[in-house]
């Protein structure tokens, strides 16, 4: 199985991964397409299956480009299980989707061999949101298709567990929930929030770039999505107004003549980003200092801020995957690991411990639902609780934990 990612529009050969010319018209042999994920079998044949379905969801469903990659992936590793076990996708039950999920809980998925002691290095999350992927195949093929869908009896009726002290509300509920056969019980890890010194260590690290540091400092004290920073727009980096420690940077889709679009879909569509004005001008010094000399040398032809360093992809959009990258290397060179998403965690938390209303908190993070945002605010609760707790343990002479 080929898996080919490609963010820009060209026609493909139907039976190959050979580009053909802009200039020749498409006939039944090839297929004009714009940002696309296709999947192939060994003979490089095209699924198309699966390249239908994966563009029916990035056309019609409007899907982001990064979301269509992953059930590109999730596919690709759906069909190389029916591969080993010469199982037809138009034939399948609940039971093949019940030895799909034990195939993925297999430490080697090409090793036929199961030793029991060892266990897959997919968590359980991972593994529900590939046969979620599955399942939104299977109901595009029972739709467009009439295939018969082994997602169709999958929820399971069970009664509501009673409670001595019924909650709010609880007379507006049937007493009954329906349960997926297939969900993999999941246990949350939570929030990891950086503490003061862990913030300070990473932005004076000597192993980080000067790059990794303004970006680091950007997700910290906006809270921005590590998409929306490698998003940013060099045009939203303008002059700051002088006087203000506070400026807004707006946030925008990348127009569809720019490269990278995967990595750069907003999640929450357009939005304000509120940015302290010293940060604005460092960003600004970025611009000048580093952006306009690869402009020039590598005659850069997008408007993305953060750049790739590297000899092989210098000038070229910084990807998802260096920022990681980043971390890792930072990370162990520190003694702890972090990730981008953390600096949204720390940024979100320490608002929240400043008692901001969540009204205002969810504006700042961009969270659709308040439930999203919610969870900070029980964080900081929680801290709170503790924190007033220690002088009753003192009064009984209980003081530091030992």
């Known amino acids: 199985m080929y898996l080919r990612i490609n963010e820009s529009s060209f026609i493909i050969s139907k039976y190959s991964d050979y580009k053909v010319d802009y200039n020749i018209k498409s006939n039944n042999d090839t297929l004009l397409v714009h940002s696309h994920v296709a999947l192939f079998d060994d003979e490089w044949n095209i699924i198309d299956d699966v390249f239908n379905f994966l563009q029916n969801r990035q056309n019609l469903k409007r899907q982001a480009f990064n979301t269509i990659v992953t059930k590109g992936q999730d596919l690709k590793l759906y069909y190389s299980f029916l591969k080993q076990y010469k199982l037809n996708p138009h034939k399948i039950d609940n039971k093949k989707i019940n030895d799909f999920i034990a195939w993925l809980m297999l430490p080697d998925t090409s090793n036929k061999q199961i030793y029991l002691h060892v266990k897959t290095n997919r968590t359980a999350k991972t593994i ?44 507006t509920q049937d007493g009954v929930v329906q349960k997926s056969i297939f969900k993999v019980k999941e246990f949350k890890k939570g929030v990891r929030v950086l503490s003061r010194e862990q913030c300070e260590a990473i932005l004076t690290s000597d192993v980080a770039l000067p790059r990794d540091k303004l970006l680091f400092e950007l997700l910290l004290l906006t809270g921005m999505r590590i998409g929306e920073a490698l998003n940013l727009n060099i045009n939203a980096v303008g002059i700051s107004q002088i006087g203000e420690p506070v400026q807004e940077i707006k946030m925008s889709k990348a127009s569809d003549n720019q490269v990278g679009l995967r990595q750069r879909q907003l999640k929450t569509g357009n939005r304000d980003i509120f940015i302290p004005t ?50 890792r290397v930072v990370g162990n060179s520190l003694g702890f690991s972090f990730t981008p998403h953390d600096f949204r965690h720390t940024f979100a938390t320490n608002l929240a411990r400043s008692n901001i209303g969540i009204e205002k908190l969810r504006r700042l993070l961009g969270h659709r639902d308040m439930s999203s945002t919610d969870i900070y605010i029980q964080i900081a609760n929680k801290e709170s609780i503790a924190t007033d707790l220690i002088p009753f343990f003192e009064s009984y002479g209980i003081s530091d934990v030992e």
């Open 128 to 171: 529900n949101r590939i046969v979620s992927s599955i399942r939104d195949f299977y109901k595009y093929l029972e739709a467009f298709k009439d295939i018969e869908n082994p997602f169709k009896h999958e929820y399971e009726t069970i009664k509501r567990p009673t409670f001595k002290n019924k909650s709010f509300l609880s007379h």
């Open 278 to 327: 010293k940060l604005a001008k460092k960003l600004e010094q970025y611009y000048e200092d580093t952006w306009l000399k690869y402009c020039e040398e590598k005659q850069i032809a997008h408007e993305y801020l953060f750049i790739s360093e590297s000899k092989r992809s210098k000038g070229e959009p910084l990807s998802y995957q260096s920022v990681w990258e980043r971390c």
